[in-house]
């Protein structure tokens, strides 16, 4: 596609549920990063592919955070027994070589846990 | 703590003036990235410069790279309102790096 797209772009839940946010990035982008930004903060980095490699997930902040890639385009972000602090933006970016070049984000998926 | 770290926090400036900021890390980098991001929402990519690199130009933005000091910065020039947005500088590793670390950002609003 022209860009990363992510959905849903809002998402408000109940704590203890599960979610599961979509990215899809450019054609062709054979890296794809996962961060999460909480309001007025930085972004901390969650999850990383690319190609056929292991995914780096040492960002993963708990066994309650998981994400796949398949096919090697589209990725979901999978959050299981949701909690408040879980709260946040996901921003999902691809790039074509890893971090040779700059980033392609998407929108960003607004996550509220209440 | 974060490695890239931008200072200042805010800035608040009149439109026409220029905007300057700077962001400071902690280990050797491949290179290093600006974005700047618009309602908290996706980021932009704005101009990237390598560790080999020592200034760089893309229209009203100058950057520059001193590695001895482990240092860069983003200057806007003539700023705008449509400027108003964070900026945020972003690191890759000079080892085998293989994801960019980002700062806090710089809260910029540019006043008509």
């Known amino acids: 596609g022209a860009g990363v797209s992510q959905s849903p772009s809002n998402k408000v839940t109940e704590k203890g549920k599960d979610v599961e946010l979509r990215c899809d990035p450019i054609?062709?982008?054979?890296?794809l990063y996962w961060y999460r930004q909480s309001l007025g903060q930085g972004l901390e980095f969650l999850i990383y592919?690319?190609?056929?490699?292991?995914?780096?997930k040492s960002g993963l902040p708990s066994d309650r955070f998981s994400a796949e890639r398949t096919g090697g385009s589209v990725s979901t972000l999978t959050i299981q027994r949701t909690q408040q602090e879980d709260s946040a933006v996901y921003l999902c970016?691809?790039?074509?070589?890893?971090?040779?070049?700059?980033?392609?984000f998407g929108s960003g998926t607004r996550l509220t846990v209440v | 703590s974060q490695q890239g770290e931008e200072d200042p926090q805010a800035l608040s400036i009149q439109e026409g003036e220029n905007a300057t900021m700077n962001c400071s890390y902690k280990?050797?980098?491949?290179?290093l990235q600006w974005y700047r991001q618009n309602s908290g929402r996706g980021l932009v990519h704005l101009i990237l410069?390598?560790?080999?690199?020592r200034e760089k130009h893309s229209g009203r933005l100058r950057v520059t790279l001193d590695t001895s000091k482990k240092s860069s910065s983003l200057l806007i020039t003539a700023s705008r309102a449509a400027d108003t947005a964070s900026y945020f500088c972003?690191?890759?590793?000079?080892?085998?790096?293989?994801?960019?670390?980002f700062g806090g950002g710089t809260r910029v609003l540019v006043k008509p």
């Open positions: 970016a691809s790039s074509l070589e890893m971090t040779a070049y700059g980033y392609t």
């Open positions: 054609s062709g982008h054979t890296a």
């Open positions: 592919f690319q190609g056929n490699s292991a995914p780096d």
């Open positions: 280990t050797s980098i491949n290179n």
């Open positions: 410069i390598r560790s080999n690199e």
């Open positions: 972003a690191t890759a590793p000079g080892a085998a790096g293989n994801k960019l670390t």
